[in-house]
């Protein structure tokens, strides 16, 4: 799945005990780490939290402080006030305590008044402590941004940013590392690993492979075929279990290849006209070019609807292998490739309806029609429970079904309808919520016969919070890790386990030259060529920050086909042989792809071409012709 990158979650620097405020034993086992601001109220009541901490695990815990000022106009003075203690005396702690105590509010000259109490030189004359103060809080400043904070106060445990409640009891759980918390933090760590849903694909190819070339190989293609459904009063309903991943799975992949889509349209790479036009016409041509060769080999006959599974890119595959490349591949040509993949997908999508469904049933597509209506009905009324989109997506998978059309074309229907909102007014928000808890702790101070934050103060913080996000935007973020994490490697599970038997590709060499000529060469000459036009006809733009070497690399990656080709497969070849030949056509194309592509743009630019690939000053034109 496509979409903005992670933010970093290592510490940036480690801890240095020369460098660093350190409290408590150097070579404790436990270490945390807070950037906070003096003047930041929440800073003040993890103060508190911290202290607990100490208390409770004493000589294991060593506590680090960094700083990272707030917009507030005491914010670094304050904070420079504490790092010219520790230059001047290293009394650094006993500066950081009398700030905690005395703010987060400063009154005129309070901080000189501390300042004074700490012996420190006065601050006008900017030199001695001062000055370095200056430089220690840049540092810090730098270096939180570096670590991916954005708020304070943020924690890093033992050097991993901590995403979870800052109370003593969550902290310290956290901090002891509890199963629970060390298996959340791997998880968080795999999902943000870029190449990871790559990763899984072909840990799942190589399973499915694997089995089907062992003994259990038939029970295993047995077991995919098992029929699966529902029965009631001798009526009934069941599917081969592979039509259910195919059919019903892939739904939820396409609906979320739906809302990407959606977003990318709305608010992303392809809302404008300028940014769209290259990686369109790049798409384009990446799909022309590779049928058009299918078809060029197996021009007639029951094999030529197989031109469909040269024309998709598996995103997965093709955007790890751009990551694991690192600064070989300019941020400007991923974001190229990932524009171009998202066209590619929607096409991919009209091409299975038009062309992979079956015979058409006039009433279920009048039903299907009905349900679609009901569903933009939902959305002209602004209505954004889930509950009423989840039963009308259920019938209209059903009648899309009955009616002959792929099914999966539901989840494409749903991202469509689902409802998107105007970004909200984060300050009303943030007044309205401030104010709840605001009037949850004044009752929390009476202490009488209570437990915890009132039914009506959580309904309201509920409320805030669902505003917040839209709902599509919620429902991408909710559902694309089961996409890319479940989904696509049950699926690859259920479709890619190939047996190779002699004479497997025997009377099929026509087929499998085709899809291996339309991926490795339709993709990346239909890309590179329709993008060149593009950019002579004036129509596009090409960034100068990569050259058109290296457009061309990104092209060959396009030749990945995988997930899509092989469900295009599936639908276009009902002859488990010819399904066969297909599946290793894919494979070796799909493997040919990844390596060229990795090969063209293994190479760096040269710092000639590096230097004029720098952005151009505000307001001036863009290089058309790249180097």
């Not at 599917?239 to 195919?246: A, C, D, K």
């Amino acid at each position: 799945m496509s979409g903005p990158g992670p933010l970093p979650v290592r510490l940036d620097p480690p801890v240095d005990p020369a460098r660093d405020h350190v409290l408590g034993e150097p070579g404790a086992d436990l270490t945390l780490v807070e950037y906070g601001s003096y003047a930041c109220p929440h800073c003040h009541v993890a103060h508190e939290v911290v202290a607990e901490l100490r208390d409770r695990l004493g000589d294991r815990l060593r506590y680090v402080f960094r700083q990272r000022p707030i917009r507030a106009e005491a914010a670094r003075p304050a904070a420079e006030l504490a790092e010219a203690a520790g230059l001047d005396g290293e009394r650094f702690w006993h500066a950081h305590d009398l700030l905690m105590r005395r703010g987060p509010s400063f009154a005129a000259g309070e901080l000189d008044a501390i300042a004074r109490e700490l012996g420190l030189p006065p601050r006008e004359r900017g030199a001695g402590p001062w000055e370095g103060a200056a430089a220690r809080v840049r540092e810090d400043v730098e270096s939180a941004r570096r670590s991916g904070v954005h708020l304070t106060p943020t924690f890093f445990i033992n050097g991993r940013r901590y995403e979870g409640p800052w109370d003593a009891a969550a902290l310290s759980e956290a901090l002891l590392g509890s199963l629970g918390h060390r298996l959340h933090a791997a998880t968080l760590d795999f999902a943000r690993w870029a190449p990871s849903t790559g990763l899984l694909l072909v840990v799942a190819t190589a399973i499915a492979v694997a089995i089907a070339n062992s003994s259990a190989g038939a029970a295993f293609t047995a077991a995919w075929q098992a029929p699966l459904g529902l029965s009631l009063g001798g009526r009934g309903f069941a599917l081969p279990l592979v039509q259910w991943v195919n059919d019903g799975l892939l739904t939820l992949f396409f609906l979320v290849v739906g809302l990407e889509i959606k977003r990318e349209l709305t608010v992303g790479r392809l809302a404008s006209w300028r940014a769209a036009a290259l990686p369109m016409a790049a798409a384009i041509g990446g799909m022309v070019a590779p049928a058009a060769l299918y078809l060029l080999v197996i021009p007639a006959g029951p094999l030529a609807g197989g031109w469909g599974t040269t024309i998709s890119t598996d995103t997965a595959f093709a955007v790890a292998i751009l990551v694991l490349l690192g600064d070989r591949v300019p941020v400007d040509l991923r974001v190229f490739l990932t524009a171009a993949v998202i066209v590619d997908d929607l096409v991919a999508i009209a091409v299975v309806a038009l062309f992979y469904s079956g015979a058409i049933s006039l009433p279920w597509l009048l039903a299907a029609a009905a349900v679609t209506a009901l569903l933009a009905g939902l959305n002209r009324a602004a209505i954004s429970a889930a509950p009423p989109y989840v039963a009308l997506g259920a019938l209209l998978w059903a009648c899309l079904h009955a009616a002959g059309l792929h099914p999966t074309l539901a989840g494409v229907i749903l991202a469509v309808v689902t409802p998107t909102r105007p970004p909200p007014d984060l300050r009303a928000l943030t007044g309205q919520a401030q104010a709840v808890l605001e009037a949850e702790l004044r009752r929390a101070r009476e202490g009488v016969l209570r437990h915890g934050p009132s039914e009506p103060a959580l309904r309201a913080l509920d409320a805030i919070h669902d505003r917040i996000e839209s709902p599509a935007s919620k429902l991408l973020r909710t559902l694309d890790p089961w996409a890319s994490y479940a989904v696509l490697p049950v699926f690859a599970l259920a479709n890619a386990g190939v047996a190779w038997v002699p004479g497997a590709l025997d009377g099929r060499g026509r087929l499998v030259a085709a899809i291996v000529l339309g991926l490795v060469a339709g993709k990346p000459l239909g890309m590179f060529l329709a993008a060149r036009l593009a950019v002579r006809a004036g129509l596009a733009v090409k960034p100068a920050a990569y050259a058109w070497r290296q457009l061309a690399g990104a092209g060959a990656l396009a030749g990945i086909g995988f997930t899509m080709s092989l469900f295009i497969a599936g639908q276009a070849f009902p002859d488990p042989a010819d399904f066969r030949a297909a599946k290793i056509a894919i494979f070796a194309a799909s493997l040919l792809a990844g390596v060229l592509g990795a090969l063209v743009l293994w190479p760096r630019r040269s710092p000639a071409a590096e230097a004029e690939a720098l952005p151009a000053p505000e307001g001036s034109e863009v290089d058309a012709a790249g180097t």
